[in-house]
């Protein structure tokens, strides 16, 4: 069997992303040919000018050349300015649509994919490598194009002034924009190669040492952490200094030779002047013309340095595109029809990507309009295994999950997770007001809604009491509340959106016993028609269940309802005993 070809390299995918945006940057480069070319016009003709204004001409003779000089100076500036608005505004369009194309996979990773990066690796590939790729476009491409284009009409214009002039420059040249950048690229490859890495290793300490610092705290861990970001700090500062001393060489290395052709152009003038094959006017011309010439190498040995960075960072951004999702939508979903809904389980064995082990093992479960199941057992029972099954977040290897009726592998994950709602236990509170956290759920919600569903999760006197109310904004992941105030907002946004099925992980969780079961009866009450599943490890609560499932191992060891499985005297029953003291009557 043939094996998939392998993808393209990533600066040709960065090109092919830059694609849409192809006109304004090829219009963003001849804007920068031309202010080069403008800058090469302005010292040859003000040389001109000065030279022949000293043999005291009648102003006639010059009147051009003072035209040619006004010219040649605003030309330069306009095309400069031209050329870095069009050139920016290519590269942040490329850019915008790179962002959405890389969030877009993180969100088809997410939630199971997304920790094989760590927060701070996300992010460092999200913002900083992402970023990064814009130096393809503004530094590296058109510093190419443009020596090219301006480095081949200045040789053939300083050619037609003296032939050996002529060949003196384009040789200096051709040293400079290959030798020098090959050079160049070659210090950098192992720096630059690093330098991604490095951004990244100090990324991922600094974003855990400020959203781990109450915690850190608390453990006196803050030193340890502390240390690990300075360590990485430091990496990156011994790798920046090495790029800046590559860097350096370039810039030598090119003014050396531009140093080198403005002596061998006058030394050849001189003998040309004296010869007489040479207007002793044009010899200031011909000296200073490649000194403005050598402009257009001087940044190659930067992009050069700079495609290096992009190349490694382009590596790193691709790679969280590439990374396969845990679930993959068919070509052809099943649309979700409008309801009722309801989810059958049979024979169901699940396991993480790239683990054989069975998490969950032959595992039966039916959720109809107005069936409330709970799933109890230890750790690492498989409880939130089961649920990431039934939210399309994890596949299935064996058995059967209908959505109804028709296999979840045939319907499309969006439309899943339309139909079935998660609680979880670490539901993201979003960095804005309580209000726009409760709206993510339901836009036209109305005031008197928000305020009723508060009020179900006892959050309205809290609410209340805050300076700006419901306008009160939460901070970044909710750091304003309290994590049973999170677990509460979470459950009123999954209230008001009204899911026909909905999966409660854990909703008590940091709550003192009266309020989580206060807020379990509302939850129950407010759901009475949609279909409910409740994971928890406490059992009190669970008479008013239709059926409980015990898992252990991934299997389920006991299954009935509440008194059912008290009468049967069994783990569910003892672990009932322990936790609220009392004896089982039979």
Not at 146 to 175: D, R
Request: with cysteine; glycine share 10%; charged share 20%.
């Amino acid at each position: 069997m043939s094996s998939a070809p392998p993808p393209p390299a990533p600066l040709r995918r960065t090109l092919a992303l830059a694609r849409p945006a192809a006109r304004r940057l090829v219009l963003s480069t001849l804007l920068g040919a031309g202010a080069i070319a403008a800058a090469v016009g302005l010292i040859a003709t003000s040389a001109w000018l000065i030279s022949r204004s000293s043999q005291r001409p009648p102003e006639s003779v010059v009147a051009v050349a003072i035209v040619g000089v006004q010219f040649f100076a605003l030309a330069r500036g306009l095309c400069r300015y031209a050329e870095r608005l069009i050139g920016h505004d290519a590269a942040f369009r490329v850019l915008a649509d790179l962002r959405v194309s890389v969030y877009e996979r993180l969100e088809r990773l997410a939630p199971l994919g997304l920790p094989a990066f760590g927060g701070g690796e996300l992010l460092a590939r999200l913002v900083g490598d992402v970023e990064a790729l814009q130096d393809l476009i503004l530094r590296v491409l058109p510093a190419f194009a443009i020596a090219l284009l301006v480095g081949a009409a200045t040789v053939a214009l300083v050619w037609t002034m003296l032939p050996a002039a002529g060949v003196i420059l384009l040789g200096a040249l051709i040293l400079a924009g290959t030798l020098t950048p090959w050079l160049t690229g070659a210090l950098a490859t192992r720096t630059e190669t690093r330098q991604a890495a490095a951004r990244g290793a100090l990324t991922v300490a600094t974003v855990d040492l400020l959203e781990g610092a109450r915690e850190l705290l608390a453990h006196g861990a803050t030193e340890q952490y502390l240390q690990r970001a300075l360590a990485a700090d430091g990496e990156l500062t011994r790798i920046a200094r090495a790029s800046a001393r590559t860097a350096g060489v370039g810039q030598g290395l090119t003014r050396l030779c531009s140093g080198l052709a403005m002596w061998g152009a006058l030394l050849v003038g001189v003998g040309a002047v004296r010869a007489g094959r040479l207007d002793g006017v044009l010899l200031a011309g011909l000296a200073l013309i490649p000194l403005v010439a050598f402009e257009l190498v001087s940044a190659l040995p930067g992009a050069t340095q700079t495609l290096q960075r992009v190349r490694r960072c382009a590596a790193r951004v691709f790679e969280a595109i590439d990374t396969p999702p845990p679930v993959t939508d068919p070509a052809d979903p099943v649309p979700l029809g409008e309801g009722p809904h309801a989810v059958r389980v049979r024979g169901l064995c699940a396991s993480y990507p790239h683990d054989p082990r069975a998490v969950l093992e032959d595992v039966q479960l039916e959720l109809t309009p107005g069936r409330r199941v709970a799933v109890v057992g230890p750790s690492g029972a498989g409880k939130s295994t089961l649920a990431a099954v039934l939210l399309r977040f994890l596949p299935y290897r064996h058995g059967s999950v209908t959505l109804d009726g028709v296999e979840l592998s045939e319907r499309d994950g969006d439309a899943c997770r339309r139909a079935i709602g998660l609680v979880s236990q670490d539901a993201h509170v979003f960095d804005t007001t309580i209000e726009e956290n409760l709206r993510i759920a339901k836009r036209d919600a109305t005031r008197e809604q928000l305020c009723t569903v508060l009020a179900r999760v006892r959050l309205e006197e809290w609410v209340a009491q805050l300076p700006e109310g419901i306008h009160t904004r939460t901070g970044e992941h909710g750091v304003r509340m309290s994590g049973g105030q999170r677990r509460r907002l979470a459950l009123a946004r999954a209230l008001l959106a009204r899911f026909p099925i909905l999966i409660l992980d854990e909703p008590g969780e940091h709550l003192d016993t009266p309020t989580a079961d206060a807020i379990l009866a509302e939850a129950l009450s407010d759901t009475r028609e949609a279909a409910t599943l409740l994971i928890t490890h406490r059992l009190a609560g669970l008479e008013c269940f239709d059926e409980v499932l015990l898992l252990d191992h991934g299997r389920v060891s006991e299954r009935g309802t509440h008194a059912q499985l008290l009468e049967a005297h069994g783990r569910y029953a003892a672990w009932f005993r322990r936790e609220t003291g009392n004896s089982v009557r039979a």
